[in-house]
């Protein structure tokens, strides 16, 4: 049996060891950053998570004064990138973008994901949610939602959506829809959104769920018709579109987004110092004005917000997944 004074010399050095390591995080956070950070992409440049990134790193950079460096990792639909984050060491300086894909629909679409997004990662701020709407081919003979429902619900044969294959944001975004409608629609899968959106626009494919920032352009050249706005509000670049809500399909509601996480560990002084700064750089005048540019909603907000976020769609998506018959990988 351990004497009393070994007992409390024992409990001196341990309350020792957690003031120090508390000191040194705290000086961590206090000279952080005083290197440059590196900000994992999931997706080659130029989309949506792509634009968030830099768009936070140019305004880290601008109010820390220490570069933000891009490095784009594609491939698995974001997962490579997210799980090389999840595997570097909790510093601060490595962070990564993570959208709908990785945190919240991968989880219920594979069984062996090498990381989980709440367990292996520490969620910084979400930063803005992307505006998507339901495109038809100019010959789809419908106008609105109800039309389009009625129109297929007529057809002896499916009508078809394309898509960036199963299990991707926009086959569950359809699946949800034809869920809700009672009609039965056929994906057609592409390896990526540009070949879906070219062959949607060629009317290859009825319909589909698209990215505005490719979907709105081509909608004002006339090359596709809108209908409606996926998320539970109105698009910023056509407030005139009613939500797919509004337009009769109660319940509807998809909401794209994305936002910044670090490795699981990260400092806490130092995730609340990035989740701070983010959220301020979001208000500013320049950045509002370029997401206004390309149509996305700035979100920020804080770690337990994001965390609230992410856990709610998992547990949302894992069950669009499995009404859908989608067998996990």
């Known amino acids: ?31 952080y950053p005083s290197r440059p950070i590196r900000m994992i992409i999931p997706y080659a440049p130029g989309g949506p998570d792509d634009l968030i990134g830099r768009i936070v790193g140019k ?15 594609p491939g698995v639909g974001g997962i490579i990138a997210i799980d090389v984050t999840s595997k570097s060491v909790p510093d601060g300086y490595t962070l990564a973008v993570g959208d709908l894909g990785q945190l919240a629909i991968a989880p219920g ?21 992307f505006p998507y709407a339901l495109a038809v081919h100019p010959g789809v003979p419908a106008r609105t939602v109800r039309e389009l429902i009625e129109l297929a619900k007529s057809k002896k044969v499916p009508m078809t959506y394309g898509s960036t294959g199963t299990g991707g944001t926009t086959d569950l975004a359809m699946r949800l829809f034809s869920s809700l409608t009672g009609v039965e629609l056929l994906q057609v899968p592409y390896k990526g959104s540009g070949p879906f959106v070219t062959a949607l626009l060629a009317g290859e494919v009825d319909m589909a769920i698209t990215d505005m920032a ?4 081509q909608a004002k050249a006339g090359k ?13 670049l056509a407030p005139q579109l009613p939500t797919i809500a509004e337009a009769g399909v109660e319940g509807y509601s998809i909401e794209f987004w994305g936002g910044i996480v670090a490795p ?38 804080t770690p337990e917000q994001f ?20 067998k996990p990988q």
């Open 214 to 217: 490719v979907g709105g352009p």
């Open 224 to 236: 596709l018709r809108l209908l409606a706005a996926a998320s539970d509000r109105r698009l910023v």
């Open 1 to 31: 049996m351990m004497h009393r004074p070994v007992v409390l010399l024992a409990k001196a050095f341990v309350f020792l060891l957690a003031f120090q390591w508390a000191g040194h995080a705290a000086a961590q956070a206090s000279d």
């Open 264 to 301: 699981v560990g990260t400092p806490r002084d130092i995730i609340n110092k990035l989740s701070s700064a983010i959220d301020s750089g979001l208000k500013a005048p320049d950045v509002q004005q370029r997401f206004n540019e390309i149509g996305y909603a700035p979100v920020g907000g």
């Open 307 to 326: 965390v609230a976020t992410i856990r709610a769609d998992i547990e949302k998506y894992a069950r669009i997944i499995k009404n859908a018959n989608i």
């Open 59 to 73: 305004k880290l950079n601008e109010l820390w004064g220490q570069p933000v460096v891009i490095d784009n990792r």
């Open 109 to 129: 679409l594979y069984v062996k994901l090498p990381y989980h997004p709440l367990r292996d990662l520490a969620p910084v701020a979400k930063v803005a949610s």
